[in-house]
C-alpha cells in the first residue's frame, strides 16, 4: 500500500504503513534507524513508532540508495553525508515521474473507455 501524501493531512504513520508503503519488512526500517542517523521517528511513551512526511523522505533516500543503486550501509552513509540533499532532488523528482506515469495511463484508461 502506498502513502497517498498528497491528498493525506496526516502527520503521524505507523511502522507497519511505512514498511508496506517501501515493501520491506518493519525490522529493516527498525534497523535503519541504528545504521541512518536521518531516520528518527518520533516514540510514544509505549514506544510505538510514529513517522512524519520528513522521516518517510529520509527513509526513501536510503532506500533508493541502498535497495536501487546498490551501495553498502557504509556507502549510503558516506553519500548521505556529502550529497544527501542532491540525493533528495533525485528522489523527488522520481516520485513526480511516478506520478505523472500514472495520471497518463488513467488518461489513456479513460481514453479507451470512451471510445468502446
Known amino acids: 500500500m502506498k502513502i497517498d501524501f498528497e491528498n493525506s493531512n496526516r502527520l503521524y504513520y505507523s511502522l507497519r504503513e ?3 508503503h517501501f515493501k520491506v519488512n518493519e525490522s529493516l526500517l527498525r534497523f535503519w534507524e541504528g545504521e541512518f542517523d536521518i531516520i528518527r521517528p518520533r516514540k510514544t511513551e509505549g514506544g510505538t513508532r510514529q513517522y512524519t512526511k520528513a ?3 529520509n527513509i526513501a533516500i536510503v532506500y533508493h540508495l541502498v535497495r536501487e543503486k546498490g551501495l553498502t550501509l557504509e556507502g549510503a552513509r558516506q553519500t548521505l553525508r556529502q550529497k544527501k540533499d542532491e540525493e533528495a532532488r533525485k528522489i523527488q523528482v522520481l516520485q ?3 506520478q505523472i ?3 497518463l495511463m488513467d488518461m489513456e ?3 479507451d473507455d470512451s471510445i468502446d
Open 18 to 20: 511505512v514498511a508496506s
Open 101 to 103: 506515469k500514472k495520471e
Open 55 to 57: 522521516d518517510i523522505e
Open 96 to 98: 513526480k515521474l511516478e
Open 109 to 111: 484508461r479513460e481514453f
